[in-house]
């Protein structure tokens, strides 16, 4: 996980942005850190600890939403599942439960996303945003480096599912490095 947040901060380059100038020495990356860091994600890290399962969405082929269920799964112990915006309405808002975290990728722009935003949270569920924006739909706001470059912002957005899966294993005491029933090498015979 740290792998590919150190990519992210060489990748990001000098830009300004989160909270004031880049600066000699600064960086969307490492204002970002700070963020991180100073906010805690306290609220949404309560949140997911005290929940059974989660929902992962966002825009559809979406492969940070993937891996960010992934790593809910096999670092902290949560039944999490990604879907596309799209087909919120088919089947997957029958599930939304009052309290019920659902991390929400890129609907501080996207009108699609914004909308399942809006769905979900008028149906009680707990909105996790992950986006280089806030948005009014959001309980909580984790902020991404965000990218023009549709390639480098879906690596870049990869990150903050990482840390989130991280630091959500840590509050539960799992160890991230050695998740359970998995193994670091297969071997086929």
């Given at each position: 996980m740290a792998t590919g947040y150190l990519l992210a901060s060489m990748l990001a380059g000098p830009v300004s942005g989160w909270g004031g100038r880049a600066g000699p020495g600064g960086s969307r990356a490492r204002n970002l850190s700070r963020c991180w860091h100073r906010r805690g994600n306290g609220a949404s890290l309560t949140r997911l600890a005290d929940a059974q399962h989660a929902f992962v969405l966002g825009p559809a082929p979406?492969?940070?939403?993937?891996v960010t269920a992934?790593?809910?799964?096999?670092?902290?112990?949560l039944h999490a599942e990604a879907f596309a915006a799209g087909e919120l309405k088919h089947?997957?808002?029958a599930l939304?439960?009052?309290?019920?975290?659902?991390?929400?990728?890129?609907?501080?722009?996207?009108?699609l996303l914004a909308n399942a935003a809006a769905e979900v949270k008028s149906r009680g569920a707990y909105v996790i945003g992950i986006d280089h924006r806030?948005?009014?739909?959001?309980?909580e706001f984790l902020p991404t480096l965000g990218h023009d470059d549709v390639a480098l912002g879906s690596v870049l957005e990869v990150v903050p599912g990482q840390l989130l899966a991280y630091q959500l294993a840590v509050m539960r005491d799992i160890n991230p490095d050695r998740p359970r029933n998995l193994a670091?090498?297969?071997?086929?015979r």
């Open positions: 979406n492969w940070p939403l993937r992934l790593n809910l799964k096999e670092a902290s112990h089947g997957v808002i939304i439960e009052e309290g019920m975290p659902v991390v929400i990728f890129g609907a501080g722009g996207a009108p806030p948005s009014e739909f959001f309980d670091k090498c297969v071997t086929v």
